[in-house]
């Protein structure tokens, strides 16, 4: 607040003056419109207006075109101006206010051309006289603010006008005339689309009431309004609607079906159950409401199934029933298996659900794989036999071609096999194994490496094709198609490596006096090899020849070496680095001085002819000659008589004792002797 003061010719004179904020542009309302044009847009303004500024007229400028404005002043400090909008491209454009004096007011304010408007249809076009029901309008370019709905001379407005998108709004119906025919209008902030739609206002009228079932129970008032108006009323006793069960939750298309029905209230009623547009009648028997549903051929998935009264035909209850194409088994690989079980076999077949499988009174350890597959591990059975392998379902469902037989045998049991050992690259050699209870589905396991049986020639013989095998001892077994029980038999397999192996040597002492030594190797495997492949090294120095004997043996010449030990290898074309090695002696040359005796009966062990023989001598092992000296054979001596027959022993007497015989040679070699223990020379 400000004064001022002055002088005149009477005295002094004051007066007092006021500054108030500067005026601004704050709002656009709409901050929307139609491209056409046409329509009022509010500026609302922040500021108290001056005096001045109710005398001339107030320009609005939207981005380049310009209309007149109106001031409105409500109150000192609340006040707008009100615009004609001038037709415009649809685009975003900024807005700007000019008072009469032509001063720009400070603000920025942005308004929106979208395209011309349009309606196209209104549901439900017709409805009663009350009101209160809902309208659906569809249109185009429909702004969201200022809406309002008119019903001929009526408008809904605020909270009875939902704008959903540009394309749609939702109009609350308000009370009309009856038996007419309303224009309904759209206003766009003023702006009312040019196009028309009709709205048909009806009396409903009421011919019968069919039913009384509903989610209460006992006498109750029924009325039927349209909008606010009640148009019928009659009292009615209802009956609570059912909660309905029924077994089984699942039917197959192509079959019929039995379908057990619980929770209906009364017995005495005649009822009807529906699946989709297929009915049939509700009997009560023993106990329980049962209806069988004729073959269904489509409807797959979830479908509705209702029960109605028969004569009446309301519905009393409903739930849901699953139908499904029919699964079916086609084959079960493989069909045959061990009275033990634990083996995996497959089912294969079309439509399956559910992974449940059962033989006899047994379930299977089972998996659904897809919709045509089952994986399934064997139960073990006490007696071997044909046995009905067949889908289990949760209820009591009735199927065809669910079940395939199974043919549970008795073990196999391997007594041999041939051969039992074998080189570990002899891929796709025949393994025959002999045993009991052998078939076609039979795998032959080598240690962890399994192959399919070639053939079974008998129940007694196998025929396996080997597989490329590690050198070891492996286990050999053999098992039905499938999973390996774990008491299966199981024998030993020796697979060997096909490298050149020296097996035994033979002579192992050899005589470093001789000028060539002949050594035996035997060795495995020797195969294909020929000669010329094959040489012997002694001390990894000096080669030399070997010749093949047989398919296992063959002869080293040795040269002459120091006394000690030979280490002797074979090679194979002068590669030597991968084989074993043996080892023999070499010991001195060895010759016969004397033989003691030099004479001996013919009777020796063992027996030789009478005259005179060479004794010889060679090492153990080896034939090769060290010496040899004569030796006499003669007949063996024989006693006829001796002379005397007794005699007399006494101190200091030694009687001579004559013996008469045949072939008596040298008496320096004989011995007489006496009893056990005396024993003379004789002369």
């Given at each position: ?56 007229e ?24 009100a ?86 709004i ?23 689309l ?23 129970q ?68 023993n ?27 309301y ?83 009735e ?53 399919l ?15 490329s ?36 040597v ?11 030594n ?120 024989m ?40 024993t003379?020379?004789?002369?």
């Open positions: 607040m400000n004064g001022w003061e002055g002088e005149s010719v009477g005295g002094t004179i004051s007066g007092r003056y006021e500054y108030y904020p500067r005026v601004k542009v704050k709002a656009l309302v709409p901050s929307q419109g139609p491209s056409v044009g046409g329509t009022v847009v509010t500026v609302m303004l922040d500021g108290r207006i001056g005096g001045q500024d109710g005398i001339g107030w320009l609005c400028v939207f981005g380049d075109s310009r209309s007149n404005g109106q001031l409105n002043v409500s109150s000192p400090d609340e006040s707008s101006v615009c004609n909008l001038p037709p415009s491209v649809p685009s975003t454009v900024s807005v700007q206010v000019r008072r009469p004096s032509g001063q720009k007011l400070p603000g920025g304010l942005r308004f929106e051309y979208v395209l011309q408007a349009r309606l196209i249809s209104v549901s439900p076009s017709h409805g009663g006289a009350g009101g209160g029901s809902r309208v659906t309008i569809t249109g185009e370019g429909i702004g969201r603010e200022g809406l309002k709905c008119w019903f001929g001379g009526k408008a809904v407005e605020g909270e009875g006008v939902q704008w959903i998108s540009s394309s749609l939702v109009c609350s119906v308000c009370r009309v005339e009856k038996d007419s025919v309303v224009a309904l209008k759209v206003d766009w902030s003023g702006f009312i040019p196009d028309t739609l009709f709205y048909t206002v009806i009396t409903p009228f009421v011919r019968s009431i069919e039913g009384t079932y509903a989610d209460i006992g006498i109750d008032t029924l009325q039927v309004l349209t909008g606010d108006d009640v148009v019928y009323e009659q009292w009615l006793d209802f009956v609570k609607t059912c909660s309905l069960q029924i077994k089984p939750s699942r039917i197959f298309t192509g079959q019929r079906s039995i379908i057990t029905i619980s929770g209906l209230l009364s017995q005495k009623s005649l009822y009807r159950c529906r699946i989709n547009n297929i009915s049939s009648p509700i009997r009560y028997k106990g329980h409401f049962v209806s069988f549903v004729p073959s269904i051929s489509d409807f797959e998935g979830r479908n509705p199934f209702e029960v109605y009264d028969s004569i009446y035909d519905q009393v209850g409903i739930t849901s029933i699953e139908i499904s194409a029919s699964p079916r088994i086609s084959f079960i690989y493989p069909c045959r298996g061990p009275v033990h079980g634990g083996i995996a076999i497959e089912v294969h077949g079309e439509h399956f659900f559910s992974p449940k499988m059962r033989i006899g009174n047994a379930l299977l350890n089972s998996k659904l794989l897809s919709s045509s597959l089952i994986g399934c591990i064997l139960p073990p059975v006490d007696i071997p036999g044909m046995y009905q392998l067949q889908i289990e379902f949760a209820e009591n469902i199927i065809f071609n669910h079940s395939k037989t199974f043919m549970f045998e008795d073990s196999p049991t391997i007594m041999s096999i041939q051969p039992n050992q074998m080189v570990h690259d002899t891929v796709g050699k025949i393994l025959t194994v002999f045993g009991e209870n052998f078939n076609s589905n039979l795998i032959c396991i080598f240690g962890n490496i399994s192959a049986a070639l053939s079974s020639p008998s129940s007694s013989i196998l025929q396996c094709s080997v597989p095998l590690k050198v070891g001892v492996l286990s050999f077994s053999i098992s039905f198609t499938g999973l390996l029980n774990p008491d299966v038999q199981h024998v030993p397999l020796i697979v060997e490596s096909n490298r050149l192996r020296i097996v035994s033979y002579p192992t002492i050899l005589n470093s006096g001789h000028q060539t002949l050594v035996l190797l035997k060795l495995h495997p020797i195969g294909t090899m020929s000669n010329g492949e094959l040489f012997c090294v002694a001390n990894d120095t000096e080669f030399s020849k070997a010749s093949l004997l047989n398919t296992t043996v063959i002869l080293c010449e040795i040269l002459p070496f120091l006394e000690g030990q030979l280490k002797i290898s074979v090679c194979h074309r002068r590669t030597c680095g991968s084989f074993n090695d043996a080892v023999v002696s070499v010991i001195p040359p060895m010759a016969i001085h004397q033989v003691l005796p030099s004479l001996g009966p013919i009777g020796g062990a063992p027996p030789m002819p009478m005259g005179r023989a060479y004794l010889r001598l060679s090492l153990h092992g080896n034939d090769r000659l060290v010496g040899s000296l004569p030796v006499e054979f003669v007949a063996e001596p006693i006829t008589m001796i002379q005397p027959t007794n005699v007399l022993l006494s101190s200091g007497n030694r009687p001579v004792v004559t013996v008469y015989g045949n072939y008596f040679i040298d008496t320096e070699m004989m011995l007489c002797r006496f009893g056990q223990r005396q003379v020379r004789g002369q």
